[in-house]
């Protein structure tokens, strides 16, 4: 018996898209042949209600053609360490407020948020490359806390933490929320990266652990243009999530990058021999066969679609 897997696709440069007839058309026409059931349709804070004439014919069609749309935000700014989350909620409460303004099948399915939290331009608070028990604990080591340790104690229980906030938000009004997750989290320079949450007095373990049960989608960036390495990024979340209750478990997807300057060996577009929408799809169904075990995998997402618009056949 075959086994159907879901498949997703990025979409950043929603602005263009949407004020485009042809590309709306070419996207789905894309999206039927590369068996796409999933949407993710940047739609940044604010601007819900400039887009609603656009969002309500562009999500009616997808519908129409079986394809989920969800709104699509994030910024590592988003953090407390940065700005903080104050827009990226604002951005839920619009998207609540559209969805309740607009027919049935005009409707997102829910929200992904991309919320990074590695090291990126001025956020530091991460340290890049030092595994957990590397950290110093030394006082005046810290970036944003007292030490190193601590700031990525408080940075992981923060993402937590805005991750449970919009969990909550979108569940109350029956949305789905899916998120873009680091490969890296169960062997972070060997160890996985841990945390206590809420606060230090509970149970430390593996940051991904508190988060799926947050999660709807638990998408795993796993970004490698060799199937077996992309899928062996997936392989310890995929047997976590398998082992929890139903009710608690995300659907976990792998990830493919197809968009250039990435770098060779992390995206097909910058890989010789592997620049092609033939080869994605068939390393994609190398994954889904080498994932497919497990009970929580669900398929296979693309990023991004204008990359992937204008990949060779």
């Known amino acids: 018996m075959s086994v159907n897997f879901d498949g997703g696709m990025w979409i950043w440069q929603s602005a263009e ?10 996207l789905m026409t894309a999206s039927a042949a590369a068996q796409i059931t999933d949407l993710y349709l940047y739609t940044p804070p604010g601007s819900y209600g400039d887009r609603k004439g656009q969002l309500q014919p562009f999500i009616a069609n997808a519908t129409a053609a079986d394809i989920r749309v969800w709104a699509l935000d994030g910024d590592r700014g988003y953090l407390d360490d940065a700005a903080g989350p104050t827009n990226f ?3 839920i409460e619009d998207l609540i407020d559209y969805n309740q303004e607009v027919s049935a099948n005009e409707r997102f399915v829910g929200l992904q948020a991309d919320i990074e939290p590695q090291d990126q331009g001025a956020y530091t608070t991460f340290h890049n490359g030092i595994p957990d028990d590397a950290l110093s604990t030394a006082p005046g080591s810290g970036v944003w806390q007292s030490t190193e340790s601590l700031d990525r104690e408080m940075l992981m229980r923060n993402w937590l933490t805005i991750h449970q906030t919009a ?5 109350r009004q029956n949305l789905q929320f899916s998120a873009a997750m680091p ?3 169960e062997t972070y320079y060997g160890p996985p990266v841990q945390v206590n949450f809420p606060s230090s007095t509970d149970t430390r ?10 999660l709807d989608e638990y998408i795993v960036m796993s970004y490698n243009t060799d199937p077996a390495n992309a899928a062996n990024r997936v392989e310890a979340q995929a047997t976590y999530a398998s082992t929890l209750p139903a009710g608690k478990r995300p659907q976990v997807y792998a990830a493919m990058e197809v968009s250039p300057n990435v770098g060779e060996t992390v995206s097909y577009g910058d890989s010789s021999g592997k620049n092609s929408k033939s080869v994605v799809l068939r390393d994609r169904a190398r994954i889904e066969e080498i994932l497919g075990g497990h ?7 693309i990023h991004y679609w204008t990359t992937w618009r204008d990949m060779p056949e």
């Open 295 to 301: 009970e929580a995998f669900a398929g296979v997402a």
């Open 89 to 91: 909620l604002q951005g």
């Open 183 to 185: 490969f890296w989290t």
């Open 205 to 214: 373990q593996s940051v991904m652990k508190y988060m799926m049960p947050l």
């Open 17 to 26: 898209l949407l004020a485009s007839a042809n590309e709306m058309a070419d």
């Open 167 to 171: 969990s909550d938000l979108l569940h």
